[in-house]
Nanobody, 130 residues
Framework: QLQLVESGGGLVQPGGSLTLSCKAS????????MAWFRQAPAKEREGVSWISPNPGESWYLDSMKDRLTISRDNLANMVYLEMHGLKLEDTAVYYC???????????????????????WGQGTQVTVSS
């Protein structure tokens, strides 16, 4: 069973940068699609970015795509999310998620939905504030 632990969140000023990390442990990380979601208070969980098991394909939330880079290191069982130009509205808890589907159904249709993912981390808080 795969387990996920996020790190790297924190307080950052508008326009700043953060890199979130997700450490996976357990079985067969190389076979898992990995994704980042976020959830702000009183809002639904929102897909932010996805990367395929063999890191050749990725997906980004339109409103953030110019400010994000997702990557993974299959030897180290890590996935990363680099975020730049952070805005106040990026404040949320960010979650790492995994699924054995190499191309989740929602990604095929151009979105990224939480119900496609079976394994979740505990989340890391990102607060953008001046």
């Amino acid at each position: 069973q795969l387990q996920l632990v996020e790190s790297g969140g924190g307080l950052v000023q508008p326009g700043g940068s953060l890199t979130l990390s997700c450490k996976a442990s357990g079985l067969d990380f190389n076979y898992y699609s990995m994704a980042w979601f976020r959830q702000a208070p009183a809002k639904e969980r929102e897909g932010v970015s996805w990367i395929s098991p063999n890191p050749g394909e990725s997906w980004y939330l339109d409103s953030m795509k110019d400010r994000l880079t997702i990557s993974r290191d299959n030897l180290a069982n890590m996935v990363y999310l680099e975020m730049h130009g952070l805005k106040l509205e990026d404040t949320a808890v960010y979650y790492c998620a995994a699924d054995l589907s190499p191309l989740p159904l929602s990604v095929r249709s151009g979105t990224l939905k939480a119900h496609d993912f079976t394994t979740w981390g505990q989340g890391t808080q990102v607060t953008v504030s001046s």
